[in-house]
């Protein structure tokens, strides 16, 4: 599975900005796709997953402000980042895990909240 992640870029704190991710590749396997973040001196953290059922799981720190969506016939996974923060700035990454809990790393993407 290889995935092609996109939408970084510079936004001013209370600014929204939505990133997607494409993923080609043996989809069958794959179960939930999401989006980690890991900013400079901290580890990579979830963001949030959504199964291919469309069940959705947010970080305390994102929920009301961030919302992920799935396109199955697009094999595409969204986040909206709305009312963005300093604090949400960080390179994104984008994750899909299969049945079997294997991991598939996207490219990250840098994702700069600042005035």
């Known amino acids: 599975v290889q995935l092609q992640a996109s939408g970084g870029g510079l936004v001013q704190p209370g600014g929204s900005r939505r990133l997607s991710c494409a993923a080609s590749?043996?989809?069958?396997?794959?179960?939930?796709m999401g989006w980690f973040r890991q900013a400079p001196g901290n580890e990579r953290e979830l963001v949030a997953r959504?199964?291919?059922?469309?069940?959705?799981t947010y970080a305390d720190s994102v929920k009301g402000r961030f919302a992920i969506s799935r396109d199955n016939s697009k094999n595409t996974v969204y986040l909206q980042m709305n009312n963005l923060k300093p604090e949400d700035t960080a390179v994104y990454y984008c994750n899909c895990r299969s049945y079997r809990a294997i991991d598939y790393w996207g490219k990250g993407t840098l994702v700069t909240v600042s005035s």
């Open positions: 590749g043996n989809m069958f396997e794959i179960n939930s």
């Open positions: 959504i199964t291919r059922e469309g069940r959705a």
